[in-house]
């Protein structure tokens, strides 16, 4: 199972007296809050949390299935529906919080098939994958420039020449075969059983090559400069590159996935009032332009970019565009066997 991490700060001086005293349990993506942010949470409300993280969607889910005690949880949007749909959260007129109305518009919009209503959900941070390229020692391995590519963790080529410095992949088996899919010029709703079956075969043979299969353990190597190639959230590449690393977050010219992940509330929360208190918090300009700014990862609210645009930092702020793609869903079939598949390529 995955490793759970549990942080105990206090959190938010909420406006009714019965909540001061109350604990909230949050669960989130690992590296994605800046502490300080909770300990002032609570020196307002006097809500404590107990903030724990995870590594990927699969988690969430068999967590919120089990009924585990948690308040707040940060799904992604390729999980979003999914967890609406199977009745594992519950609506709080998400859109009727203030703030909300400064929600990045086309954002809203790409999760309006999942919650149409606006009722389950508050964007909270958005990115994308890409490349943490290790320039110096990736020129070194190829004997020349660094090429703008997929190829760079799905070519076996290029990955045979980088073993040496290290290459690691995302343990998030929809974002790498969707990924890989669309390297070969394909989408992954559009694919059979068969075909990927060979893009795992094609991953299988890699991953004698691959240093590791990790979404965590990636992120220390980084910045320790012991990896020269790591398929990466773009937050964690450009959180080595703020600590020194000669790392560039590459955008691959075929594309690449974007995610945007969303405060919710489970149906099973026990605490549904402090969960608001938290939410709303989240929503402050100046409150969501500090996670931005430690997390290294982009903002959907639009006030909190404008603090971060006029405030002279050096703030890697990259623009939505609608050409960007999101994960889609694959076939059943597909599902089902990514999910037999993928532990095979888990082991070290």
């Known amino acids: 199972m995955y490793k759970n ?3 105990a700060a206090p959190l938010l001086a909420f406006s009714l007296s019965a909540a001061h005293g109350q604990t909230l349990n949050v669960a989130n993506w690992n590296d994605y809050i800046d502490p300080q942010a909770l300990e002032a949470f609570t020196q307002e409300t006097g809500i404590k949390v107990n903030y724990r ?11 919120l299935k089990q009924g585990e005690a948690l308040d707040v949880v940060v799904p992604s949007s390729d999980n979003f529906g999914k967890l609406v749909g199977e009745g594992l959260l ?24 999942a919650d149409p209503g606006r009722s389950y959900g508050v964007p909270y941070l958005w990115g994308s994958i890409g490349l943490a390229v290790n320039v110096p020692q990736v020129e070194a391995a190829l004997g020349g420039p660094v090429p703008n590519t997929w190829g760079l963790v799905f070519d076996k080529t290029l990955v045979r020449k980088l073993s040496g410095c290290g290459v690691t992949l995302l343990d998030s088996p929809n974002d790498v075969i969707s990924l890989l899919a669309n390297y070969r010029g394909r989408s992954l709703d559009g694919i059979s059983a068969g075909y990927a079956q060979r893009l795992f075969d094609e991953l299988t043979e890699l991953r004698r090559s691959y240093r590791y299969v990790d979404s965590e353990r990636y992120i220390e190597d980084l910045n320790a400069g012991k990896t020269c190639v790591s398929m990466a959230w773009v937050g964690d590449a450009l959180g080595a590159a703020a600590n020194g690393q000669p ?45 931005a700014r430690v997390t290294h990862y982009q903002t959907p609210n639009t006030r909190a970019r404008q603090l971060l645009e006029t405030s002279g930092e050096d703030f890697h702020a990259a623009q939505l565009n609608a050409g960007m793609f999101g994960f889609v869903q694959p076939k059943p079939e597909v599902e089902k066997l990514v999910g037999e598949l993928w532990p095979q390529l888990q082991k070290d």
């Open 90 to 113: 519950q609506p709080f007129a998400a859109a009727e919080l203030p703030g909300y109305e400064a929600m990045e518009p086309l954002i809203v919009r790409r999760l309006g098939a």
């Open 247 to 291: 790392v560039k977050y590459l955008v691959p010219e075929e594309g690449t996935l974007v995610f945007v992940d969303i405060l919710a509330i489970p149906k099973s929360a026990q605490h549904v009032e402090e969960a608001k208190a938290f939410i709303r918090y989240m929503l402050r300009p100046e409150v969501a332009a500090q996670i």
């Open 53 to 63: 993280t995870y590594e990927d969607d699969r988690e969430v889910y068999e967590l």
């Open 5 to 7: 991490k549990w942080l």
